[in-house]
């Protein structure tokens, strides 16, 4: 008798401490704002889709995706890259903005001059808004990741259709046509980047030397640096997406263009201050660096 009571008294504190939800109960349904990320699949998970994907859910923004194509790498090398069509990568675009309707577009990996027209296409087909463009041309591991024939595309179709465009230096010379050697340099490129149709240019300093981190932002009309010191690291793989994919996410949210630069700088130095290691080359920014405790 006295263990059947106490087992009656264990299946009533059960039924209080867990209820069931009522048959009729229904969830009201939620429309989370959207981003979405058009790059390359990186296999070992650091950079491209991977890493813009990690970066929207960093920031609660949900993240849709448009594949251009894939890579075998890992954090040491890339060994094989190989793109989608152009057919596929317009249908997915079509797809992605006829219904998730993204507040914002992180560009990254377009592998040449046919994938490039395709997404410039369905970017003005779809009036696309706040688009961030990484403009991937090497990866860290040296393969090249952009044809040399596609850079009169990306100046020509895709630049105009931008409202930023965040080169680091190297990338800066190569779409300003110009060698950067000091602070007026820099300053020329963005300006000549900038009559290519960008809306706005944000020339990294990452590959700078020096004890500080120089990032140049030219709005069209005005300058603005954000410095910041150095952090030695070797937790770099996808820096680029990330900051770009955070500068995107941050938009979509609403932010305007300057504070959304500076939160995704912050958010970036939070995540390379906590790098993660999964391979025995690069490591990664630790995306969720500034959520836990």
């Not at 939620?30 to 889709?49: C, F, H, K, L, T």
């Not at 041309?137 to 179709?157: D, H, N, P, T």
């Amino acid at each position: 008798m006295a263990r059947s009571a106490v087992s009656r008294r264990r299946r009533r504190a059960t039924a209080v401490t867990t209820p069931r939800r009522p048959a009729t109960a229904v969830t009201t349904p939620r429309r989370p704002v959207a981003a979405a990320s058009i790059a390359a699949s990186d296999s070992s998970g650091g950079a491209g889709i991977q890493a813009d994907l990690l970066t929207f859910a960093a920031h609660r923004v949900y993240g849709a995706t448009i594949l251009t194509g894939a890579t075998a790498q890992n954090t040491r090398a890339v060994t094989a890259i190989e793109p989608l069509s152009t057919r596929l990568v317009s249908r997915q675009i079509d797809a992605v903005f006829s219904d998730l309707r993204p507040r914002a577009v992180k560009i990254g990996m377009l592998f040449d001059a046919p994938r490039i027209r395709a997404v410039a296409r369905g970017l003005r087909r779809w009036h696309a808004t706040n688009v961030v463009l990484d403009p991937v041309m090497v990866a860290k591991s040296g393969a090249r990741l952009l044809s040399g024939s596609a850079l009169g595309s990306l100046r020509r179709e895709l630049l105009p259709l931008c409202d930023l465009v965040t080169p680091n230096l190297p990338e800066a010379e190569t779409l300003a046509g110009i060698r950067i050697r000091g602070d007026a340099d820099r300053r020329l490129a963005a300006g000549l980047i900038a009559d290519l149709g960008a809306r706005a240019v944000l020339v990294k300093g990452g590959h700078a030397r020096g004890a500080m981190v120089r990032d140049l932002f030219f709005d069209g009309r005005f300058f603005t640096e954000f410095v910041a010191p150095r952090l030695r690291t070797r937790a770099t793989h996808g820096t680029g997406c990330t900051l770009s994919a955070a500068i995107a996410a941050n938009l979509a949210k609403g932010v305007a263009l300057e504070e959304a630069i500076l939160r995704a700088i912050r958010y970036l130095r939070t995540g390379l201050e906590r790098g993660l290691f999964p391979g025995r080359g690069f490591g990664v920014p630790d995306h969720f660096a500034g959520t836990r405790k």
